[in-house]
Nanobody, 127 residues
Framework: QVKLVESEGASVQTGGSLTLSCAAFGFTSTTRFTLAWFRQAPGKEREGIAAVDSIGRTVLADSVKGRFTVSRDDAKDTLILQANSLKPEDTAMYYC????????????????????WGQGTQVSVSS
């Protein structure tokens, strides 16, 4: 059974930092996968915020650029999101997603491009 499992979320204060990870299970390898982070706040649409493909290209949404970074550890089939300078508007359920192929750069933050999804983990940022 293939699955993506996000690390436990957290409640942090404004300006704080958080590292989320997403481990892939059941796949032979995720080396060739495109991996991404999405988030969804209550009453809002799911937003793609960060992605990295198999050749290391990364893309970040404007809303997190300069504050978040995305990386991958292929030896551990793990996707990592480092979130710094957190703001209350970063409060959301965070999901990791994967596709077993490279995706066109301009589509890497499109949820329609992803096949596998984690269950999500809650991040809350208080002012």
């Amino acid at each position: 059974q293939v699955k993506l499992v996000e690390s436990e979320g957290a409640s942090v204060q404004t300006g704080g930092s958080l590292t989320l990870s997403c481990a892939a299970f059941g796949f032979t390898s995720t080396t060739r996968f495109t991996l991404a982070w999405f988030r969804q706040a209550p009453g809002k649409e799911r937003e793609g915020i960060a992605a990295v493909d198999s050749i290391g290209r990364t893309v970040l949404a404007d809303s997190v650029k300069g504050r978040f970074t995305v990386s991958r550890d292929d030896a551990k089939d793990t996707l990592i999101l480092q979130a710094n300078s957190l703001k209350p508007e970063d409060t959301a359920m965070y999901y990791c997603a994967a596709n077993a192929r490279n995706i066109a750069y301009w589509l890497m933050l499109s949820s329609n491009e992803y096949v596998y999804w984690g269950q999500g983990t809650q991040v809350s940022v208080s002012s």
